[in-house]
């Protein structure tokens, strides 16, 4: 499986992005979809889950803005990020357990300006 992720950008604080990443082979039993964020000088984190039933976590940081979804029959997950803050800029990542294998996205870029 690879991971396509797009929707990044640079918007001022308040904005809104849908960040999307789809899986290449349609149709593969995708289970638990993530999204993972990096700071620039931090860690990466876990910033949503969604499971293949609808079950949902988050980040504490970011509950009640963030949203996440996915499409199974276009293998994607969705990510939509409201009321942004300059403390959600960094890279994006999509990762996908299917079976006993897991799968990274490239990362798109997040820039959250004052």
């Known amino acids: 499986v690879q991971l396509q992720a797009s929707g990044g950008g640079s918007v001022q604080a308040g904005g809104s992005l849908r960040l999307s990443c789809a899986a290449s082979?349609?149709?593969?039993?995708?289970?638990?979809m993530s999204w993972y964020r990096q700071a620039p000088g931090k860690q990466r984190e876990l910033v949503a889950t969604i499971a293949n039933g609808g079950n949902t976590n988050y980040a504490d940081s970011v509950k009640g803005r963030f949203t996440i979804s996915r499409d199974d029959a276009k293998s994607t997950v969705y990510l939509q990020m409201n009321s942004l803050k300059p403390d959600d800029t960094g890279i994006y990542y999509c990762?996908?357990?299917?079976?006993?294998?897991?799968?990274w996205g490239q990362g798109t870029e997040v820039t959250v300006f004052s």
């Open positions: 082979r349609p149709g593969f039993t995708l289970n638990v």
């Open positions: 990762h996908v357990l299917y079976g006993i294998l897991n799968a």
